[in-house]
Nanobody, 118 residues
Framework: QVRLVETGGGLVQPGGSLRLSCRAP???????????LAWYRQAPGKKRELVAE???????NYADSVLGRFTISKDNSRKTVYLQMNSLRPEDTATYYC?????????WGQGIQVTVSA
C-alpha cells in the first residue's frame, strides 16, 4: 500500500504564503512519473474540490480560484509533489489532500489543515 505523507500546513495571515509537500516514501521511484499528481481541498460544509493537478503529460492545471497564486511542482527523485501557495485568502482555508492516481490505483494523503486568518 502506497503511503502519502503531507507536510507544510498551518496558520497564516491573509496575503501570506505556505508550501505544502506530499511525499511517497514507500513508492518505487521508477513508477512515480506514471501517476497523475494532484492537490484537492475541502472546506467545512463543502465538497472536496480540485485545486491543482500535474498530469503525466507534464502540463499543470489549476482551479480558477487559485490561478496565478498557487503553483504545483514535483521532484521525481524525491517522489514528492509540492503546492506553493501565495497571496493566501481566508477562503483558501481548508483541509488539503494530495492524490496520486494511475489507471489501476488511487492514493490519498491524510489531509493537512491550512488556515488563513488575521
Amino acid at each position: 500500500q502506497v503511503r502519502l505523507v503531507e507536510t507544510g500546513g498551518g496558520l497564516v495571515q491573509p496575503g501570506g504564503s505556505l508550501r505544502l509537500s506530499c511525499r511517497a516514501p514507500n513508492m518505487i521511484t521508477s513508477v512515480f512519473w506514471t501517476y497523475n499528481l494532484a492537490w484537492y481541498r475541502q472546506a467545512p460544509g463543502k465538497k472536496r474540490e480540485l485545486v491543482a493537478e500535474f498530469s503525466t503529460s507534464g502540463r499543470p492545471n489549476y482551479a480558477d480560484s487559485v490561478l496565478g497564486r498557487f503553483t504545483i511542482s514535483k521532484d521525481n527523485s524525491r517522489k514528492t509533489v509540492y503546492l506553493q501557495m501565495n497571496s493566501l485568502r481566508p477562503e483558501d482555508t481548508a483541509t488539503y489532500y494530495c492524490n496520486f492516481r494511475s489507471s489501476s490505483a488511487d492514493h490519498w494523503g491524510q489531509g493537512i489543515q491550512v488556515t488563513v486568518s488575521a
